[in-house]
């Protein structure tokens, strides 16, 4: 069989030809794409590695943000437990001591109504007492006890110690008016005669008197002149003891 060299070559030459136009013009771009194809994966990829990095970093930073959060949280959950627990307590103790005040405060107004009151009955018992003592007194007054009244005066007037007799002298000295004698009763001429020479001899003098009779002057005598006073009365006797059981009643507890 005789070959055809020329025929060989020129299938030989078209065959590389045809090598070096699909290497030129198809499998040069084709490799070119598959790379930059290759490479635009491989950016991806890496961009997707990195994203996927800060993801867990970021979700790692949210986690640690939510535990601090939630540690915070818990504190300031506990801190206004505590600071509830202690305004609470802080108001019961305000409202005990109140009500312990005001306890005290309706005791103390009980306790001082009962004292107002017990002082009003003792105050009215012992007015009483002693309005009825002198009545008793102004029921009982007669000529007996008007002469005993007019020897208790005179009694008294001798007993006057000498400074208060200078100063009654002087007053009677000084004196343009009468001197003043009063008596819870109409005196009889002799007791007047009897307080006459009574003052006469007490002073060594004649002394002007004017007589006057005085309702409030319950069994006594009372002599005035310009400021100056003696008397001598039951009545003082049942004030001094009404003004000594006033203190009492005041004193007690």
């Known amino acids: 069989m005789l070959i055809d060299w020329f025929t060989v070559a020129a299938q030989v030459l078209n065959f590389v ?36 990095a800060e993801a867990q970093r970021e979700r790692a930073e949210f986690e640690d943000k939510n535990q601090a959060f939630e540690a915070q949280r818990a504190t300031l959950l506990s801190e206004a437990v505590a600071q509830v ?19 005290a405060k309706r005791q103390e107004a009980l306790r001082n109504d009962a004292n107002k009151l017990n002082m009003a009955l003792a105050q009215r018992v012992q007015h009483e007492v002693f309005a009825i003592a002198r009545k008793a007194l102004a029921d009982l007054a007669g000529s007996s006890l008007e002469e005993r009244l007019v020897a208790a005066f005179i009694e008294q007037l001798q007993r006057l110690e000498a400074p208060a007799r200078q100063r009654l002298a002087e007053a009677i000295a000084l004196g343009s008016e009468p001197v003043l004698l009063r008596s819870a009763f109409e005196l009889p001429a002799a007791q007047r005669r009897q307080l006459q020479e009574a003052l006469n001899q ?46 009492l009643l005041q004193a007690q507890p």
């Open 17 to 52: 030809v045809l090598v070096w136009l699909m290497k030129r013009f198809l499998y040069q771009p084709i490799l070119r794409a598959i790379a930059a194809r290759e490479q635009l994966i491989a950016a991806q990829l890496a961009d997707a590695a990195g994203q996927k």
């Open 202 to 247: 007490c002073f060594d003098g004649e002394i002007a008197l004017r007589f006057e009779p005085k309702a409030e002057l319950l069994g006594g005598i009372e002599l005035s002149c310009n400021g100056q006073r003696l008397a001598w009365s039951i009545s003082d006797y049942l004030q001094a003891l009404e003004q000594g059981v006033d203190e």
């Open 85 to 103: 627990q202690l305004e609470r307590q802080r108001l019961l103790d305000n409202a005990r001591q109140a009500a312990e005040a005001m306890s």
